[in-house]
C-alpha cells in the first residue's frame, strides 16, 4: 500500500469515527496535539493501524510521535 492510500484509508477512518471534524485533516495534520485524537480514539487509531497492516504492533514501541500524524502512523504500519 502506498503512502497516498494509507492517507485515504486514514482519513475515511476518521470521517467514520468524527464526521465533519475530519474534513482539513491531512497527512500532516498534528492529531494528538490538535485533540482531533482523544485518548480513546487513539486506541482505535492504534486497532485500525494494525488491521491495516495485518499483524499486531507491540504497543510498548509506539511512541506519541508515531501516531502524531497519518504519515508518522504510516510509518508505524509499513515497519
Not at 475515511?12 to 482531533?36: H, P, W
Not at 486497532?47 to 510498548?60: C, K, M, Q, T
Amino acid at each position: 500500500m502506498s503512502e497516498d492510500e494509507f492517507v485515504d484509508q486514514a482519513h475515511e477512518f476518521l470521517q467514520q469515527r468524527i464526521g465533519d471534524q475530519a474534513d482539513g485533516v491531512e497527512g500532516d495534520t498534528e492529531l494528538v496535539a490538535s485533540g482531533i485524537l482523544d485518548s480513546l480514539l487513539v486506541l482505535e487509531f492504534f486497532f485500525f493501524l494494525e488491521e491495516v497492516r495485518g499483524s499486531a504492533i507491540d504497543p510498548e514501541e509506539v511512541s506519541v510521535e508515531a501516531l502524531s500524524t497519518i504519515r508518522n502512523a504510516y510509518r508505524l504500519v509499513v515497519a
